[in-house]
């Protein structure tokens, strides 16, 4: 499996798990507001537990920038540490 899928499949969990969403439902091109409902305090959770998962910072600059999922895939396996995936 490759790094992407690795991410996406992680992302897609915490998705699930945070916004209520049925798992069909998440896909690469998915926006996080239009597609999931997600408010500011939803997106602020996502993000957070991004970070605790990934070990990354998201920065509000880039958070801001973050539209859909495949952005949030992007932005992990641009920041991640190669270590995460053992």
């Known amino acids: ?17 945070e916004l209520g969403v049925k798992p069909e439902k998440v896909l690469l091109n998915a926006a996080l507001a239009d597609d999931f409902g997600a408010d ?11 970070e605790s998962e990934f070990l990354v910072s998201i920065s509000d600059e880039a958070a801001t920038k973050m539209k859909d999922v495949s952005d ?3 932005y ?6 190669a270590k995460y995936f053992g």
């Open 40 to 50: 500011s305090l939803d997106a602020l959770e996502l993000f957070n537990q991004i």
């Open 1 to 17: 499996m490759d790094k992407k899928q690795i991410v996406f499949d992680k992302i897609k969990e915490i998705i699930i798990q």
């Open 72 to 74: 949030l895939v992007d």
């Open 76 to 81: 992990v396996l641009e920041h991640v540490n």
